[in-house]
Nanobody, 123 residues
Framework: QVQLVESGGGLVQTGGSLRLSCAAS????????MGWFRQAPGKERIFVAS????????DYADSVKGRFTISRDNAKNTVYLQMNSLKPEDTAIYYC????????????????WGQGTQVTVSS
């Protein structure tokens, strides 16, 4: 089992920045890939970013490329999402997720999920 707890969400103005954190416990952190997804009201949960076990490979949704950066610290059992140049359309609940087999853009690949943290970007 893996437990994931997100933090760092909040209210920010357009153009601002936030850094989300996701603390993991349970299985050894370096044994699973990590991802961030988001879900806006009335919409599906969509992929934001992923990172492999070692942190060597990252992937991003086109909508956040150049603005968001995913990283992980395996010594601290934590994955981060640095979000810069935020836009109102980034408003959503952000979820971190753990994948035991392979990272990817599909939520079905992920085995464990956090409870989510709200990010609201005001115009």
């Amino acid at each position: 089992q893996v437990q994931l707890v997100e933090s760092g969400g909040g209210l920010v103005q357009t153009g601002g920045s936030l850094r989300l954190s996701c603390a993991a416990s349970g299985r050894p952190f370096s044994t699973y890939h990590m991802g961030w997804f988001r879900q806006a009201p009335g919409k599906e949960r969509i992929f934001v970013a992923s990172i492999t076990r070692s942190g060597g490979i990252t992937d991003y949704a086109d909508s956040v490329k150049g603005r968001f950066t995913i990283s992980r610290d395996n010594a601290k059992n934590t994955v981060y999402l640095q979000m810069n140049s935020l836009k109102p359309e980034d408003t959503a609940i952000y979820y971190c997720a753990a994948a035991l087999k392979a990272p990817g853009t599909t939520f079905r690949l992920y085995d464990y999920w956090g409870q989510g943290t709200q990010v609201t970007v005001s115009s």
